[in-house]
């Protein structure tokens, strides 16, 4: 099933996709599992018939929306491509003179959250692409518009200087200084040099964080102090004019070796607390502008702060697809996938997340192409004014992907339209958000204008090479990952309850399976409902001897096995051809189930009260900081609690309710002999106990500052005890 594109013969092969050898079972499977879905609904509704009661509504509820669940991942599972590139062609078909202008837009929001030495270490890392240097402008977006960030990048474009032409020189592939000179690589007396000129300037950016000013004896010139300057007392992250500064200009300046350099850009755009900013939404449209100013390259790098590069070749990758003529004028954006580095042996939040970054973008590919992941994507800046038939013309002609830019960037007009565009106010009545850009209104701004883009006609693809692209941070306390599972979740339902929702809107521009794909995300929120079903009332029914599931020994009883473990085994199966292991894949069903109690129920709640006007959290940055002591338990494998957070009762609560029904009821059954009636839910609250076992371990036995914080530990007791109580009255 091969099919192979660019490129006459194979010796100049430049990209290939196949379906993945699991398509026909997917298929076979889909359909199997569909009919026992059906058998299950249709076994719940002549229950229904005969003895109608809350809980078997409940269960039936919940029993609906798995199902709907499931048919949407199935979407994922009907095509999935495996593409490959050949970079080792591409200067056949394209000399590299002719390789296409880059601008690189990286985000940063707050200092203390995201140390600007890592944000400098992602800069440097692209900086050091194996590209034309005359042809990469490095944007850094500064939304937290702190003095730190800025000195770090001035400090930054001093040791690109010597970086750069070392990397060449070298050749290396880990172009982030911090991983590079860190690792044990052969020494040698140039290295060692580097590597204490490295350790000088993370020492100043570090100390002047630590300090809170930037101190006196780095500012070496009239001109950097003006800048500092602005640091008045009314500057505040949320109050504050555009700040634009050039610290590197391709061509003009040079590294050690003479070379030239990437241009390297510092904007932090204006903000003003009475003008919405729409945040990362907001930057990057703040940078598409500023940057069509000054270079108005026609591809786009969208990066996170924390999203450095791996592999200096990862362009090439990109234009193995974009040198095919064929597919150029719709590709709207080649997506890598987020990967992370220093993720615990067992992975016990789920942190690789292969689901939402490998299996499911592959998925896509065999459609219109994978979402937005919002880091590690080449866009083409066409893609953002209107689909590829449809042009969307922007309000001013400079900011046209047509439009030539060819002025020096540091000359004083353009430097002045550049802030025009950064003002807080510009888009007010343009199509800014809405027709042009990263799309408003929506706190996964990557996940809606993936869609809207793809809903405009634009494909995608998705580009997995063996060695990570880009690696990433990944939260290591378990609030953080809940928390930012919490903002996707509202993100996503800022989708689904619109006009755009992909069941409907998405299905008549998509295709079915397409907008079904999009509807996964658009609803995953309501596996909260299922989930937190699950986690209590099979339980509290078996304290009150209740059976709620067929005897183990019908037919009925042995359907709901088949779709457990049906379920279970191809979600194993799935992970493991992913390059998982059978240890993560559990952490990761357990963090499925946490998530399911905690994020999404806080999400739907965080969604209504916003809609209500009670106020809301916005965007909540995930923290690229931990203290020596959380990296320590985290490497041990143990879970983080330590903060006393409501987003944890649920996920207690549930962990001593299933224990108590499964002691009970283990009892129950062993003294009764009644095995066949309640043993299915035995074996649900065991289910549970399993999956609870470092939640109990941080209520009981832990002494350690990540134990779940007694206060928690009480609320949930209480909260547990109310239920039981209530189940006493109503079962
Ligand atoms: O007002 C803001 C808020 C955030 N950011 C930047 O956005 C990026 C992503 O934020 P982060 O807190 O790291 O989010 P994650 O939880 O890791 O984000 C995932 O989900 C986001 C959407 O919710 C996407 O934007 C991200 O690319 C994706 O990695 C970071 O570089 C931030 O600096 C801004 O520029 N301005
Ligand atoms: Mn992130």
């Not at 590709?331 to 292969?354: C, M, T, W």
């Not at 189930?593 to 806080?602: D, N, Q």
């Not at 903060?643 to 962990?655: D, G």
Request: hydrophobic share 40%.
């Amino acid at each position: 099933m091969e099919t192979s594109t660019a490129g006459a013969t194979s010796r100049d092969l430049l990209h290939t996709s196949q379906y993945h050898p699991h398509v026909l079972y997917n298929r076979v499977f889909a359909i199997t599992y569909t009919l026992a879905i059906f058998a299950l609904l249709y076994h719940h509704a002549l229950a229904l018939l005969h003895s109608p009661n809350a809980l078997s509504i409940c269960l039936f509820i919940a029993d609906i929306i798995l199902g709907f669940m499931w048919s949407t991942v199935q979407s994922f599972r009907m095509r999935p491509i495996i593409r490959q590139v050949f970079p080792e062609n591409l200067e056949k078909s394209l000399i590299r003179r002719d390789f296409p202008p880059l601008d690189i837009f990286i985000c940063t929001a707050d200092p203390y959250k995201e140390p600007p030495i890592n944000v400098v270490n992602t800069a440097l890392s692209v900086m050091a692409y194996d590209y034309p240097m005359e042809k990469m402008s490095v944007y850094v977006s500064d939304d937290g518009g702190s003095q730190f960030t800025l000195f770090a990048l001035m400090e930054a474009a001093k040791f690109a200087k010597v970086w750069l032409p070392f990397c060449r020189k070298k050749n290396i592939m880990e172009r982030c200084p911090e991983v590079y000179l860190s690792s044990n690589h052969l020494q040698c007396s140039e290295t060692e040099e580097i590597k204490v000129m490295y350790e000088i300037m993370k020492t100043r950016v570090e100390y002047q964080l630590k300090r809170g000013k930037v101190s006196d004896e780095y500012i070496f010139s009239e001109q950097e102090r003006r800048i500092f300057d602005k640091w008045s007392n009314e500057f505040t992250p949320r109050n504050h004019p555009t700040l634009i500064q050039v610290f590197l200009e391709s061509c003009k300046d040079k590294d050690v070796s003479g070379n030239c350099m990437p241009n390297l850009i510092y904007v932090s755009r204006e903000k003003n607390s009475l003008f919405p900013h729409h945040y990362k939404a907001g930057a990057l449209n703040a940078l598409l502008r500023v940057s069509a100013i000054m270079t108005n390259a026609p591809l786009v790098l969208t990066l996170d702060c924390d999203m450095y590069s791996n592999d200096p070749t990862t362009p090439h990758r990109v234009l193995c697809y974009l040198a095919d003529a064929s597919i150029k004028p719709e590709l709207g954006y080649i997506q890598f996938p987020q990967r992370f580095h220093g993720i615990n042996k067992a992975d016990i939040y789920g942190s690789e997340v292969i689901r939402m970054f490998i299996c499911n973008p592959m998925g896509m590919d065999g459609f219109a192409g994978p979402n937005y992941g919002g880091s590690g994507t080449f866009f083409q800046r066409r893609a953002f004014f209107g689909g590829p038939p449809t042009f969307f013309t922007p309000e001013i002609e400079h900011l046209s992907p047509y439009h030539i830019a060819d002025k020096p960037i540091t000359s004083e007009a353009i430097l002045q339209l550049a802030h025009l565009v950064a003002d807080c106010n510009y888009e007010n009545n343009t199509a800014w958000g809405t027709e042009i850009g990263v799309r408003y209104g929506s706190l996964s701004e990557d996940y809606y204008t993936g869609y809207q883009l793809h809903c405009n006609g634009w494909k995608s693809f998705f580009c997995h090479p063996d060695r990570p692209a880009f690696l990433g941070d990944t939260p290591i306390t378990l609030i953080d990952v809940l928390n930012q599972n919490k903002r996707w979740s509202v993100g996503a339902l800022g989708v689904t309850i619109s006009k755009y929702c992909p069941l409907t809107y998405g299905v008549s521009k998509l295709g079915f399976l397409m907008a079904y794909s999009y509807a996964y995300y658009a609803f995953w929120s309501s596996l909260s409902i299922p989930i937190t079903i699950y986690a209590f009332l099979p339980q509290l029914a078996l304290l009150a001897r209740v059976s709620v599931f067929p005897k183990v020994t019908d037919i009925w009883g042995w359907l709901y096995i088949f779709l457990f473990l049906g379920a279970y085994a191809q979600d194993c199966l799935d992970c493991i051809t992913h390059g998982g292991t059978l240890q993560r894949w559990w952490n990761e069903q357990r963090m499925w189930l946490a998530r399911g109690v905690s994020s999404y129920i806080f999400g739907l709640a965080e969604y209504i009260s916003k809609h209500l006007n009670i106020g809301m959290q916005g965007f909540n940055v995930t923290r690229k900081v931990f203290d020596e002591e959380q990296k320590k338990r985290y490497d041990q494998g143990k879970f983080e609690f330590g903060v006393p957070s409501p987003m944890f009762v649920p996920i207690a609560s549930a962990a001593i309710i299933n224990l108590l029904a499964f002691l009970d009821g283990s009892i129950h059954v062993w003294n009764s002999g009644n095995v066949e009636e309640l043993l299915a839910q035995v074996f649900v609250a065991g289910f549970g106990v399993l999956n609870c076992l470092p939640v109990y371990e941080a209520m009981v036995l832990r002494r350690d500052k990540g134990r779940m914080p007694i206060k928690i530990t009480v609320i949930s007791t209480l909260v547990a005890a109310a239920f039981y109580a209530a189940a006493s009255v109503f079962i």
